[in-house]
């Protein structure tokens, strides 16, 4: 069995040594934190530890990978559960690879619908009027979630609990999944359909599937011509599961309703930091923060006590 002491924790942030460290006095590690993301420049100085801690924009090539190896390093602990950031096969076999395969769906699935409903209800916009004594509610006006038709792609643990939230609202609810869960289904009162039923047929559609090759861009072009004028897609999934510049076409178009991204397709470059001094480099993530009807959001979906406090404890584990 392999025996780990030290570890390196790539892409630290003050949230993580909190929970990192109240969790690690049951476990008695030795982890040191770096401010930086695990790149191919920065994977040198994780040399001599047995493990090396990562995150959702760490990025671990083939490139790292060697550095890893190279460093004698003999596992890589991801503190989160997507793994679309790792060439697993280039680290294989000396390397070995863990994930979190899930610390709260509920935040997730519980998080996708606080974005539906502020997109739709418009509550962040009026949060700065009020307190600008603007108390008009021209340009406030929403939808009744009830009666409405959401699609769900991806029925996992997330998927499966949003599907269940928007049930309680009264929504219709369409799924898709590679492999449906057809027990599951009936008992919540949840349909299959193929994804072209589902993007003809949704008000709402909401990501839970994870990135691989086969659905990268599953929202193009070609997609968001089948969907109502209406739709409001949400994602929480991840950025690349979306074309960005295909959806802010359709924006500017109006053949969509409304966008709500806790994730963003080049994300790295800017999520879980402060560029408020900065000039944004990214016309589409730029332009696309110009439409009163898209909220974008930094990739908190998962940012709960009750995450933080189990994703420390499986990691550790
Ligand atoms: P899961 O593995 O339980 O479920 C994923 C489901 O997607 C599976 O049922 C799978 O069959 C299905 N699927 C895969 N490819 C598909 C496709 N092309 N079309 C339809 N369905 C497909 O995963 P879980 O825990 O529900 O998480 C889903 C994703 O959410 C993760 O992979 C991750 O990328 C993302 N996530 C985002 C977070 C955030 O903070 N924004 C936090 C946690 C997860």
């Known amino acids: 069995m392999m025996s780990i002491s030290s570890i390196a924790f790539f892409d630290a942030k003050p949230y993580d040594r909190e929970y990192f460290n109240r969790l690690n006095e049951r476990y008695g590690f030795h982890i040191t934190y770096f401010d930086s993301k695990l790149s191919a420049e920065t994977a040198h100085i994780s040399r001599d530890y047995d493990a090396v801690c990562a995150f959702v924009n760490d990025t671990i090539d083939a490139e790292v990978a060697a550095s890893l190896k190279d460093g004698g390093v003999k596992l890589v602990a991801l503190r989160c559960s997507g793994y679309n950031n790792v060439d697993v096969s280039s680290l294989a076999p000396d390397i070995h690879v863990v994930r979190v395969p899930a610390y709260s769906p509920h935040a997730v699935a519980e998080y996708a619908v606080t974005l539906m409903l502020t997109l739709n209800r418009k509550t962040h916009r009026a949060f700065y009027r009020t307190r600008d004594n603007n108390f008009s509610l021209t340009g406030l006006v929403g939808f009744d979630m009830h009666g409405k038709t959401a699609g769900i792609i991806g029925t996992g643990k997330i998927g499966r609990i949003t599907a269940e939230l928007l049930r309680g609202f ?145 990691t550790l584990e």
């Not at 839970?208 to 739709?231: A, F």
């Not at 510049?245 to 790295?268: F, H, P």
Request: glycine letters at 4%; charged letters at 25%; a negative charge.
């Open 170 to 314: 009264g929504m219709r609810v369409l799924a898709h999944d590679l492999y449906p869960n057809h027990e599951w289904a009936k008992e919540h009162d949840v349909e299959y359909v193929d994804t072209s039923a589902l993007y003809r047929q949704s008000d709402i559609i909401s990501l839970h599937c994870p990135l691989t090759p086969e659905n990268l861009y599953m929202i193009n072009r070609g997609t968001l011509s089948l969907m109502k004028p209406n739709v409001m897609i949400v994602n929480t999934g991840r950025g690349k599961l979306i074309n960005s510049s295909d959806l802010l076409d359709a924006l500017k178009n109006r053949s969509i309703a409304g966008a709500a991204l806790d994730v963003y397709e080049e994300e790295t470059q800017y999520f879980f930091e402060d560029h408020s001094t900065r000039i944004m480099e990214d016309d589409v993530l730029a332009r696309l923060m110009t439409f009163p009807n898209v909220l974008v959001t930094s990739h908190q979906a998962f940012f709960t006590h009750e995450a933080l406090e189990n994703i420390a404890d499986t």
